[in-house]
């Protein structure tokens, strides 16, 4: 079992910067595809960014150039680093770890609210 928390979600004004959290408990992340997804209210659950078992990181077009997605495998921890934050950024920001179908865990997600 795979066991995530995601942290560092807030209030925060237009322009300015969050870093997000997600701390694993169980597997090595380093073992997973692990993605950030976001959730605005009424809208479908976004792929954010994805982080590969290589090292490779794919963004949505939206955020790309603004935010990077980033793995402390000391720590078994994923990070993304949100700048020049917009209004439309505002959702609820999920972490996944994704090894197969049967195998995929989501952590409980952190507000992120852009506004001024």
């Known amino acids: 079992q795979v066991h995530l928390v995601e942290s560092g979600g807030g209030l925060v004004q237009p322009g300015g910067s969050l870093r997000l959290s997600c701390a694993s408990a169980g597997t090595r992340i380093g073992s997973a595809t692990m993605n950030w997804y976001r959730q605005a209210p009424g809208k479908q659950r976004e792929l954010v960014a994805t982080?590969?078992?290589?090292?490779?990181?794919h963004y949505a077009d939206s955020v790309k150039g603004r935010f990077t997605i980033s793995r402390d495998s000391a720590m078994n921890t994923l990070y993304l680093q949100m700048d020049s934050l917009k209004p439309e950024d505002t959702a609820v920001y999920y972490c996944?770890?994704?090894?197969?179908?049967?195998?995929?865990?989501w952590g409980q997600g952190t507000q992120v609210t852009v506004s001024s």
């Open positions: 996944n770890a994704h090894w197969s179908m049967d195998y995929d865990f």
């Open positions: 982080l590969t078992t290589g090292g490779s990181s």
